[in-house]
């Protein structure tokens, strides 16, 4: 059971990124996927989350309206698209997921974790 992130880069201000997430072992289908970030210093936290029945929930305010997590079944890989990127969104971003139903913003409740994916945004 692995989770894989990838798509992170270095991009300039106002430019958009899309993240991947995708499973190995298990089907994203039944699961709760969040996305984590953490900058340099700070403490990991949750940026957005999708349960599969309901529409994207941001815990962050800074990140509503730019932020969107889709899914593709096929490809058993979850997205993050991030628009309007400035440098305050410099981070790692991770993926993670659980078996359940809720969205936490909490790491605490989520299973697997991905490798992380670095986002660096340029003034």
């Known amino acids: 059971v692995q989770l894989q992130a990838s798509g992170g880069g270095l991009v300039q201000s106002g430019d958009s990124l899309r993240l991947s997430c995708t499973a190995s072992?298990?089907?994203?289908?039944?699961?709760?996927i969040a996305w984590f970030r953490q900058a340099p210093g700070k403490e990991r936290e949750a940026v957005s989350c999708n349960n599969g029945l309901e529409g994207t929930k941001h815990f962050l305010e800074s990140v509503r309206g730019r932020s969107t997590i889709s899914r593709d079944k096929g490809a058993n890989t979850v997205y993050l698209q991030m628009d309007n990127l400035n440098p305050e969104d410099t981070a790692v971003y991770y993926c993670a997921s659980h078996g359940g139903y809720e969205c936490y913003d909490r790491t605490l409740f989520y299973q697997y974790w991905g490798q992380g994916t670095l986002v660096t945004v340029s003034s």
């Open positions: 072992g298990f089907t994203l289908d039944y699961y709760v």
